[in-house]
């Protein structure tokens, strides 16, 4: 079935570096939304993607969408503290599959 | 407030003895959803359901079972409970089905299977 890798597993940076996370599929994926999760917190959705090549922009937050639709990625500009967790990609209409999930460190 | 919720939070039992995780959303919502969240593994979609009385499997339906009697509401059963169901469990919602539509996801749900 339709499997979406996500690497890195884990990143620690130092506050004020950049951190990138890439989800990439074998298939041509529909769209991708993007969730944030805190330690012990739940998922929370941030973005969504729909078109072939998108890029859109929160903040310190660039989400890009593959020109194949096969590709995505989550790049965060000078992360803070409170970007600390796991961030997950998700495709799907009805039937989902989530990226394994990058767990982002931010060391002060 | 716009929310789901789920109950019990955290919940030990034993083998065989059947339990069941409510989820409610209280947002009139189409779309409700099961996932469980395994370390190295993520989240991977149990059951969900389109509306009132449709539900379908996901990736992981084995010894789970869903109904939806009412749009607010997508209970999940455990008929015989075994040690691989221990899991963090989340119920979600959103608006439709379809891929413009974010998932708003409840507190999650800790089940340890002994």
């Known amino acids: 079935g339709q499997q979406v890798m996500q690497i890195p597993q884990y990143q620690h940076v130092q506050e004020g570096e950049d951190f990138t996370t890439y989800c990439n599929s074998s298939?041509?994926?529909?769209?991708i939304q993007w969730y944030k999760q805190r330690p012990g917190g739940h998922p929370v959705f941030l973005i969504q993607l729909v078109k072939s090549g998108e890029v859109k922009k929160q903040k310190r937050l660039t989400f890009q969408f593959g020109e194949a639709k096969k590709n995505s990625s989550l790049h965060i500009t000078a992360t803070q503290t409170t970007d600390v967790g796991t961030y997950f990609c998700l495709s799907g209409t009805y039937k989902y599959i989530f990226g394994t999930g990058t767990r982002l460190k931010v060391l002060a | 407030e716009a929310q789901v919720t789920q109950n019990p939070r955290y919940l030990i039992t034993v083998t065989g003895k059947k339990l069941t995780v409510t989820c409610s959303q209280n947002?009139?919502?189409?779309?409700m959803s099961w996932y469980r969240q395994d370390p190295g593994l993520g989240l991977r979609q149990i059951y969900y359901s389109m509306n009132v009385e449709v539900t379908d499997k996901g990736d992981v339906p084995e010894g789970y079972k869903v109904s939806r009697k009412e749009k607010r509401n997508f209970p999940l059963i455990l008929e015989s409970p075994s040690p691989n169901q221990t899991s963090l469990y989340f119920c979600a919602s959103s608006l439709g089905a379809g891929r413009t539509y974010e998932q708003y996801f409840g507190p999650g749900t800790r089940l340890t299977v002994t």
């Open positions: 947002m009139n919502h189409e779309y």
């Open positions: 298939t041509t994926l529909s769209n």
